[in-house]
């Protein structure tokens, strides 16, 4: 089987720099690494020498937008791999990943894509720096066998309605022609549930959690939020979207979207430092309103 990984960035360039030890020390190591960014400076080096031989590690670029930056990576390595693994740039992965990406597809036929445990998640919170994520993965390892030798990996949960984007492993031949839907621009919030439903609604595969790979997300934050009328608008209408577009159930969506717009209130009074919830709210408020008049549009935020 051969795996690539494909990561993509905009403007951070140190997470991807502290990224690549974790790839280049992989139990397994990839077949493919390709980092999408939007220009050179995004990364601020060249990672091919960073890893030794059968990886072939690259950098292309994209237009600005997680769906079109996944695109251009799914275009890199369509054809020539078997398996593609999806890491966000702050995800810092258990150096057994890859071993346990192909030990799960190998062991599950019937499966389309899985999303692997997570050790732990800083996107609810102030986040990790890369010592404490490393140091968090290091422990894991050290208890954990790897995979297929020290033990079977096991389905956590199966029929998942979407896969979480940070770490998301899918066959390549259960996406075929399938692309992240470019009709959500910049963040594309909620492109990861879209994607997956629709891999897996053509393949007939399954979706799952498991513990055959696994990894801290970081949620690295880039000081305060600085356009949370942007993502509260997205909040509402990137689900509205998906739900029309039937790759979400209105149960799904209704919670959703109830969910954030409850957060954004309740704290708008006393907001995390990092996070622009009056300006979430703005955005939900926007959104609710185009909801009404039918004319929510994802791509309404590239104006806001």
Known sequence: MKIAVIVCSVGRPDCLRDLMPALAAQSRPADRVVLVVTRPEDAGFDPAPLFPEPTRAELILAPRGLPQQRNRGLDAVSGDCDAVLFLDDDFVPSRHALRGV????????????????????????????????????????????????????????????????????????????????????????????????????????????????????????????????????????????????GTMTARFAGRLALRNMLANHARSLRPEPWIDRAGRARGNWLALWDI?????????ILGL
């Open 102 to 245: 192909e030990a799960g597809f190998d062991a599950w036929p019937d499966v389309a894509g899985m999303t692997g445990r997570l050790i732990a998640d800083g996107i609810h919170g102030a986040g990790f720096d890369m010592a404490e994520a490393a140091r968090m993965v290091a422990d894991h390892d050290a208890r954990t066998p790897a995979p297929p030798e020290g033990r079977a990996p096991r389905i956590l949960r199966r029929g998942m309605a979407g896969l979480y984007g940070c770490n998301m492993a899918y066959r390549m031949a259960a996406v075929g022609g399938a692309r992240f839907d470019e009709r959500l621009p910049l963040y594309a919030w909620q492109e990861d549930i879209d994607f997956a439903a629709r891999v897996g609604r053509a393949s007939g595969g399954d979706l799952v959690r498991t513990d055959a790979f696994s990894g801290v997300h970081r949620g690295a934050k880039s000081g305060r939020e600085r356009a949370g009328r942007r993502l509260g608008y997205s909040q509402l209408a990137n689900p509205w979207y998906l739900w029309n577009k």
């Open 292 to 300: 009404l008049r039918g004319r929510s549009d994802p791509g309404r």
